[in-house]
């Protein structure tokens, strides 16, 4: 699978960023999601899912607009 790095709101160069991959699906790179009270709330969660937490800067900012 290719990424082709979309933008990241990340002032040294590591997450979080946005990836697009060939088939136009989006890839989230950012810190991951700890805070037992917010997985408490999570729904529908499948085996392998994790979970980042994206700032609204980041995909306002970068996320395709179509």
């Known amino acids: 699978m290719r990424l082709r790095m979309l933008g990241s709101t990340s002032r040294d160069g590591d997450c979080p960023t946005l990836y697009e991959n060939e088939n136009g699906d989006i890839v989230v790179q950012g810190d991951q999601l700890t805070d037992p009270d917010a ?3 999570l729904k529908h969660i ?21």
């Not at 499948?46 to 179509?66: D, M, N, S």
């Open 39 to 41: 997985i408490a709330q």
């Open 46 to 66: 499948k085996a392998g899912e994790a979970f980042v937490v994206v700032p609204r800067a980041l995909i306002t900012q970068y996320a395709p607009k179509e």
